[in-house]
């Protein structure tokens, strides 16, 4: 699975913080760990293994802007899970506030999921 890039993802390029690093990964991993709280209701797997993350960035402010798409633009779920995303990420201690962006560029595959969806899915 490729990972979401967020502003303490090492491969990033390197951007000034005002955020202090230990901070800033503190945020990162919380913001993750509430992201793998949120599952599609049609899929027993949570959104962040199965890849729909695309993007987390984490402003100075502590403003959360959240990249993300679906498995389909016709996803059922398309009306109620960027609300789950804000409300799990808007959850976290030290965040400001959320913006969740959807996106369908490029389009989610399976090749996005990670090996442990791959299992759970039964998709090998």
Do not use: H
């Not at 987390?56 to 995303?85: F, H, K, W, Y």
């Amino acid at each position: 699975m490729s990972e979401p890039q967020t502003s303490a993802n090492p491969n990033a390029p390197a951007i000034q913080s005002g955020i202090p690093e230990e901070e800033l990964e503190r945020l990162t991993d919380d913001i993750v760990a509430a992201l793998k709280s949120v599952y599609d209701p049609e899929i027993p797997v949570d959104i962040y293994e199965l890849g729909l993350i695309y993007k987390v960035d984490i402003a100075d402010d502590r403003q959360v802007a959240v990249e993300m798409t679906l498995t389909t633009p016709n996803c059922p779920s398309a009306a109620e899970l960027p609300g789950m995303v804000e409300g799990a990420v808007a959850g976290v201690g030290g965040v400001s506030g959320v913006t969740v962006n959807l996106t369908f560029d490029p389009p989610w595959d399976q090749g996005r999921m990670s090996e442990e969806a791959r299992l759970s899915l039964n998709l090998w």
